[in-house]
């Protein structure tokens, strides 16, 4: 078992970017998958992104070719940078190190 702790997150004007961070209390790389998910105002959590232990990524398709994970080859740290920001991408962003999951960081794009 992790701890996971997320950063990075704010308000940011649409067609943004913001970088988000989740730093693990021990070692990833016991775990074969890691992913970044959100959830939003009275929607369900859903999936952004995932990455594998051999690299494999896998995005949802709203935010595929905007969004980009990223680990340091399952160190202790994971990466979400978020570019070209839009306004339903606001949500509540969570790491996750199944079954271990962070406490959040709040994205909010708006004007």
């Known amino acids: 078992q992790v701890q996971l702790e997320e950063s990075g997150g704010g308000l940011v004007q649409p067609g943004g970017s913001l970088r988000l961070s989740c730093v693990s209390s021990?070692?990833?790389?016991?775990?074969?998958?890691l992913g970044w998910y959100r959830q939003a105002p009275a929607k369900e959590r859903e999936m952004v992104a995932t990455?594998?232990?051999?690299?494999?990524?896998n995005y949802a398709a709203s935010v595929r070719g905007r969004f980009t994970i990223s680990s340091d080859n399952f160190g202790n740290t994971l990466t979400l940078q978020m570019n070209n920001l839009r306004p339903e991408d606001t949500a509540i962003y969570y790491c996750?190190?199944?079954?271990?999951w962070g406490q959040g960081t709040q994205v909010t794009v708006s004007s």
């Open positions: 996750t190190a199944p079954p271990n």
């Open positions: 021990g070692r990833l790389d016991r775990f074969s998958f």
């Open positions: 990455i594998t232990s051999d690299g494999m990524t």
